[in-house]
């Protein structure tokens, strides 16, 4: 067994599997390094609860006196700037240098920056960090216009939550539709709808051209083919960059994340465990990052497990969620993968392959959801799985 383990990253990724070794019985050191200020917490409520007040602080993945109470080594505020992987060494900005056993590397993204937003940087915000929406929050006032550019999970939920504080809200999403990068277009849809309902204005197809301040503080949005827009805020939700900077100078194999085994072991180097939005697996043909809580929490442990020389576990199907406009909307698996869709109700949709569920999308459903969730790669009866009336779960062939 590893006497010393680094992690680079504290986030709920790092948080997670420094806890998780913990519980496991592991008895070395444990140093995690973030470059936040704060302990690790989860990220979902920051453009939701945490963003409108309605919780005070971020979800903190534990209490503080936790940390001192399983020996954890928390070193916050500080940034890894060298790994070495001969000596097995990382350095940190601060001159500090940890030896290690095991590298975990969590460091997961920095927001996209929109080139465009560099001229009205005052009235810019990105959501990544509990300083970002602390920030967001201070700067957001009832009858303020938001411009949101981006129309994926956090450019939504952020549209969803100022217009909850009073503000009125306009989107923007370069693609055909919102959601395109993860979310079948049936279920965008009915998110899309909900927007339109409360009066958020999504307009597709939009392409920034530039953006002018205004002698009263406000920003003009230019696009092309429409309009300009007006706005106090712009909030800018298009993605994040992996962090890969440091597997790259120590010369690990990096294509948009750092690419692992299904320990979540590097491909070159045993020692080293690439885990959450940074991790790059093989998903069928391709190579690819998945980005949601769930995928945090499984990674962590599968890399635990696997610094400490245990079995590994079954891989969780994969799954998210996304709340806005009142609505929660849950995707199950991998809904791409399907050849056939089972449409139960209005709200509800489970995609088959060769009659096996491999995926589902639930808006305001979690018993469906729940149900899919244990069937997932089972045969299923199609006209069974179709009647909203009966149980989903005796729907299998």
Known sequence: MADRVVILGAGHAGGLAAITLRDLGFSGTITVVGDERVPPY???????????????EPVWLAPEERWAALAIDLRLGVAAELVDRNQRHVVLSDGARLEYDHLILAMGGKVRPLP?????????????????ARALAAAARPGQHAVIVGGGVIGLEAASTLHGLGLSTTVLEAGERILGRNIPAEAADWLSNAHARDGIDIRTN???????AQTDGRVQVHLENADPLEADLVIVGIGIIPCTHLAEQARLSVQGGVVVGDDYRSTEDARIFAIGDLAARQRGESIGRTETWAHAQSSARAA??????????????????????????????????????????????????????????????????????????????????????????????
């Open 116 to 132: 465009q937003a560099e001229a009205v940087s005052h009235a810019v915000h990105y959501l990544r960090t509990t300083e970002d």
């Open 42 to 56: 989860e990220r979902p409520s920051l453009s939701k609860e945490f963003l409108c007040g309605a919780e005070q």
């Open 206 to 212: 939009s392409l920034i051209t530039r953006m002018e």
């Open 304 to 397: 635990a497990l696997a610094i400490m020389n245990l079995p590994a576990e079954p891989e969780p199907a994969p799954w998210f969620w996304t709340a806005q406009c009142s609505h929660n909307l849950q995707i199950l698996g991998d809904p791409v993968q399907g050849d056939s869709v089972i449409a139960r109700g209005d709200h509800v949709r489970l995609y088959t392959r060769q009659g096996a569920l491999v995926g589902a999308v639930c808006l305001d459903q979690p018993r469906d959801f729940a149900s899919a969730r244990r069937l997932l790669g089972k045969a299923l009866n199609p006209q069974l799985a179709a009647d909203r009336c009966s149980d989903l779960r005796k729907a299998v062939a």
